[in-house]
């Protein structure tokens, strides 16, 4: 009985999940905190040294570890977790999956300033969005059993649309 977002950079996932978390009386787990803690080091320097292939692999083994040993959890995920099919398997097996989506101008708008994503440190981060976009968006869309469209929704409608779908959910 787990809630899992996913979903594009800067869409959200780690405001909504902890609004959504203290709604429900669940916990909140973060992917990238995980990370970088059992790391030591911020993603920025986890790219930087070892490269995206290290750190795929490390965001597989933590996910990896969190079958069976979580229960009642708002699992925020990084956006690029479901490029890797065994992740996909492993999300939709440990709760409900919900796609955080948002259109292309409100992704720039949101990450614009904030220089902790490596994918997007880059000439023309609008063009490595859309061309991420277009490959994860078949990805997020297999692995999601809901599709929220955010940009014109406010947290707080996010949360309470996401908390009352979870519960009906969870009394199945
Ligand atoms: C990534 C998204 C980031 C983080 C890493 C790679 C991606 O997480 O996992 O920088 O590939 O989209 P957020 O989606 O929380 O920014």
Redesign the pocket.
Known sequence: MNVILI?????G??TIANGLAKSLGFDVL???KM?EQSQSRS??EI?ATEG?ES?REM?SVILGNLIGSTDRSVI??????V?REENIKVLKSIGIVFWLDAGVDSILDR?SGNR?????KTENPRKKIVD?LSG?EPLYERCSDEQIQTDDLSVDEISYGIAETARVWFSR
């Open positions: 979903g594009f950079m800067g869409v996932k780690s973060d992917t990238d990370i993603i920025n790219f995206e750190f965001e925020s995920t990084g956006g690029g977790i490029t990450v902790d994503r490596p994918l997007l991420l994860r």
